[in-house]
């Protein structure tokens, strides 16, 4: 029996279907069938106006970001797809914090509805600092669908990984 790592929490009938279609040979097929297309934003100046546009159409009244790039050095062991961070300096004598979101780079090459749920996901820590039911409501406030497209994601880190891909 395959194990699908990250489809652990969801229910065994999920998974069960996935297994089907790893068994089938389909997998790929479903995900292609899905999300054929790939998305466009290949540099972080481009990345950081995609997360600015969502963030002024959903979350105006949310910190500004300054800086949202993609990161080679996120990947898959460190279970981080996506990070927002928060970086408090001194100037002066005031404390100047900076916002900081990083995409890891293999969504440069994913279907458009990947990267903003990964966009969307680390923007809704601007607002709500825990995975709660708020949080997941505003993920999808700003993205409707986010969690079937969740769902899928895990389905494409768990084909990539089949595939041998670091």
Known sequence: MTTLKYLQAYPAALQEQVRQLIARDQL????????????????????????????????????AIDKVLFDNRLDLTHRALGLHTTISRVQGGNLKSKKEIRIAALFKEAAPEFLRMIVVHELAHFKESDHNKAFYKLCEYMMPGYHQVEFDLRVYLTWRDLQGKP
């Open 28 to 63: 790929s097929a479903y995900l292609e069938q899905r999300y054929p297309e790939r998305h466009a934003v290949q540099s972080d100046k481009a990345l950081y106006a995609y997360a600015l546009a969502l963030k002024q159409e959903h979350l105006r009244n949310a910190p």
